[in-house]
Antibody, heavy 123, light 107 residues
Framework: QVQLVESGGGVVQPGRSLRLSCAAS????????MHWVRQAPGKGLEWVAI????????YYRDSVKGRFTISRDNDKNNLYLQMNSLRVEDTAVYYC????????????????WGQGTLVTVSS | DIQLTQSPSFLSASVGDRVTITCRASQGIRSYLAWYQQKPGKAPRLLISAASTLQSGVPSRFSGGGSGTDFTLTISSLQPEDFATYYCQQVKSYPLTFGGGTKVEIK
């Protein structure tokens, strides 16, 4: 069965960095685009970034562009989110999510989600 | 960016009720719309893709409709396990965006 397990969350001061990981199993990881989605406490869902199945392209929401970097290791079936210059407003549960369709589909929706990892940015 | 407006934001209903949630897009998105269910402390679950395609394992009491700018999610007979928050999402263009959510609570 498909499993997505995030890790790397925690409490960090504004301006610092954090790297999230997502370990994938149960599907052919290198065939699917992958996403990061976040949810601030008590708030709605917010898409963060996508990386194509082969890592050849990435897209970000404007508020994280230039600060966050999505990457993947298709040999290890891992997805990453490097978060730099963190702000208080980045505080959220971060989910990794698998694209519904393989290869040339790059906009979702998201068929499977991890359990999420909480990032708290606070001084 | 494509904005999605869900209504109502809160809905109180009884078991067995027919419930309809609407989602309006700020511009036409054809059928590039999905619906998710989220329960407290859990990740969202994909219910419907392409506006009306029920995902495998999702009960047939759920149905989706619409195209262009106006969409609906209908639960034909609300069950106890359906009390949750529902989100629509447009998958037409980046940034991918979600509606604000509709919380369905027990009357």
């Amino acid at each position: 069965q498909v499993q997505l397990v995030e890790s790397g969350g925690g409490v960090v001061q504004p301006g610092r960095s954090l790297r999230l990981s997502c370990a994938a199993s149960g599907f052919t990881f290198n065939s699917y685009a992958m996403h990061w989605v976040r949810q601030a406490p008590g708030k709605g869902l917010e898409w963060v970034a996508i990386i194509w199945y082969d890592g050849s392209s990435e897209y970000y929401r404007d508020s994280v562009k230039g600060r966050f970097t999505i990457s993947r290791d298709n040999d290890k079936n891992n997805l990453y989110l490097q978060m730099n210059s963190l702000r208080v407003e980045d505080t959220a549960v971060y989910y990794c999510a698998k694209n519904l369709r393989a290869y040339g589909d790059y906009t979702g929706p998201f068929e499977y989600w991890g359990q999420g990892t909480l990032v708290t940015v606070s001084s | 960016d494509i904005q999605l407006t869900q209504s109502p934001s809160f809905l109180s209903a009884s078991v067995g009720d027919r419930v309809t949630i609407t989602c309006r897009a700020s511009q036409g998105i054809r059928s590039y719309l999905a619906w998710y269910q989220q329960k407290p402390g859990k990740a969202p679950r994909l219910l419907i893709s392409a506006a009306s395609t029920l995902q495998s394992g999702v009960p047939s009491r759920f149905s989706g409709g619409g195209s262009g700018t106006d969409f609906t999610l209908t639960i034909s007979s609300l069950q106890p396990e359906d009390f949750a928050t529902y989100y629509c999402q447009q998958v037409k263009s980046y940034p991918l965006t979600f509606g604000g959510g509709t919380k369905v609570e027990i009357k």
